[in-house]
């Protein structure tokens, strides 16, 4: 058991915790979470003992093995499934001893350990961590130099997962996974032998992977019983409550006041209003729980572009050698919300580069609008910002004939407000660096938002507020992320890349999470199956939600139709002189009456794969 009690520490003469208490029963799985800034990392710092104890103290029973990431693996010539063995010290210890002993009864003491311990079946766990983490059986046995500091990271998290430590310490241990490694994470921490306290921005896994959640406020600690849903509902509830309290408060506190100054020079009345104000100092101070900040993006509002923005026809892509991707056949329309799916290095990175025009097509055809803008945040833009700059220097590089006023309300309306505008980079915090980098690539109001794991370092209100924005935008959205909450509220489409190809994948979230656990499992089923899958009213809503955005698409494209016939029916546009404005006008409607006919194809296409179904459901 962890038992946090009165704690007390500082910072620069900041209080970040002050008579703080709390009682982690042994086994425990629990979610940290807090504000940025409000002292998290900083208790995990204090567990560790790397900190000096100003107040109070942190017990945990003898000989109980802390254990955490605190940094990536060093570059080196030790091989992956080798340095993640070696984080088990006494494994390796023993290991060792077992080579150069030469008692016997010590020798029979250390075999009898290794057995206690499992040692003898160490590889294959080494190996099934660093698999679920996403490194292949090859990539295991080569040397930490060979890969980045993301994935030594991946590295250093797999070798204390595999030292199996009494108290696990895990602060945001999903920033640097994909997809798949964020759900295997999640699987392997709700079956984690001991007890478990993560810190930790991702809804998916403080709902998945924990049973309790210990809210740092205030420079206090609560824990609460249930998942992150669980818990905002508590505090949701239990801030309701304390509003009502408060304001019963006040009026109660204005009526005693109230008869003390109208009676307390009164001598009659003197004892009955002295009384009253003996019963004001009493009354303790109802307040409520203060509300998260708001948080908030406003992306720029892009013009519209007549559909499709890009369409890309039988298309090969790769590097040089074979492609990595082939057979494309892909739309997108400006009102798609698309989620990228696919395990590690099956090409989700290779579709987002060519997409943002980064890459060219080796094979095939690419038609893209004349005025596509596109936009583009990976999580290595972040890394790539002038750390000694400020992020007002970062925008008047790109806006340079803005004046500050302007420059600062775009700022602003990313979250970072005037303290933060002349900050040095070096000196935000991660969540402000994402800010920055978000703002820098929507500044030019682009058509298409291709975002690589944009929650990394953003917080759980930061995290709504993005999703709150993309709903918003009126641009198309690429989006790849482990954050699966995230996921479920923006994309409306799924395309799953695998098998060196990109298709659309026709189930859910929740069953592409299912086939992730249970790798043996195909994401596809290509093999006739004996009987069809009967139409649930889920497929028929699904349809008629597809005919409508069919309907809507058309409709728009009417509606373009029908200016562009009013401009090419103005007598001015074929005055001398204007012949080339006229071109234009005419290579713009056939534009749109190309799209009219592609955008009638599939509503009719909708309308019957909607009526097959209705009837399918009604013959059943």
Known sequence: MLNITDLSYSIDGRPLLAGASARIPTGHKVGLVGRNGSGKTTLFRLIRGELAIEGGAV???????????????????????????????????????????????????????????????????????????????????KPCSDFSGGWRMRVALAGVLFAQPDLLLLDEPTNYLDLEGALWLESYLAKYPHTVIIISHDRGLLNRAVGAILHLDEKKLTLYQGNYDTFARTRAEQRAVLVAEAKKQDLRRAHLQSFVDRFKAKASKARQAQSRVKMLEKMQPITPPSEAAKHVFTFPVPEELSPPIINIENGAVGYGGPPVLKRLNLRIDQDDRIALLGRNGEGKSTLSKLLAGKLALEAGQITTSSKLRVGYFAQHQVDELHIDETPLQHIQRLRPTEGQPR??????????????????????????????????????????????????????????????????????????????????????????????????????????????????????????????????????????????????????????????????????????????????????????????????????????????????????
């Open 407 to 620: 420059l600062r309300a775009r700022l602003a309306g990313f979250g970072l407000m005037a303290d933060q505008a002349e900050t040095v980079v070096a000196r935000l915090s991660g969540g402000q660096k994402a800010r920055l980098s978000l703002l820098l690539a929507t500044i030019d109001a682009p058509h298409l938002l291709i975002l690589d794991e944009p929650t990394n370092h953003l917080d759980i209100e930061s995290r709504e507020a993005l999703v709150e924005a993309l709903t918003a935008y009126s641009g198309a959205v690429i989006l790849v992320s482990h954050d699966m909450h995230l996921l479920g509220l923006v994309a409306d489409r799924l395309w799953l890349v695998s098998g060196g190809t990109v298709t659309p994948y026709e189930q859910d979230l929740e069953a592409y999470r299912r086939f992730l656990l249970t790798p043996d499992t195909p994401a596809r089923d290509d093999k006739p199956k004996p009987e069809k899958r009967r139409a649930t009213r889920e497929d028929i809503a699904a349809l008629r939600s597809e005919l409508k955005k069919s309907e809507q698409r058309v409709e728009k494209l009417e509606d373009m139709r029908s200016k562009l016939a009013k401009k090419l029916a103005d007598p001015e546009l074929y005055e001398d002189g204007r012949k080339g404005d006229l071109a234009v006008w005419n290579k713009k409607y056939a534009e749109v009456m190309e799209a009219l006919d592609r955008a009638e194809a599939l509503w009719m296409k909708a309308a019957q794969a909607l009526e097959k179904t209705e009837k399918a459901m009604s013959d059943s």
């Open 59 to 141: 017990s945990l029973p003898s000989r109980a093995r802390i254990g955490g990431v605190a940094q990536e693996v060093p570059s080196s010539s030790t091989s992956l499934l080798d340095t993640v063995l070696a984080a088990d010290a006494e494994r390796a210890s023993l290991m060792a001893e077992a080579e150069t002993a030469q008692d016997p009864a010590r020798i029979a003491e250390v075999q009898a350990r290794l057995t206690d311990i499992d040692a003898w079946s160490a590889e294959g766990r080494a190996s099934a961590i660093l698999k679920g983490l996403g490194f292949t059986s090859d990539e295991m046995l």
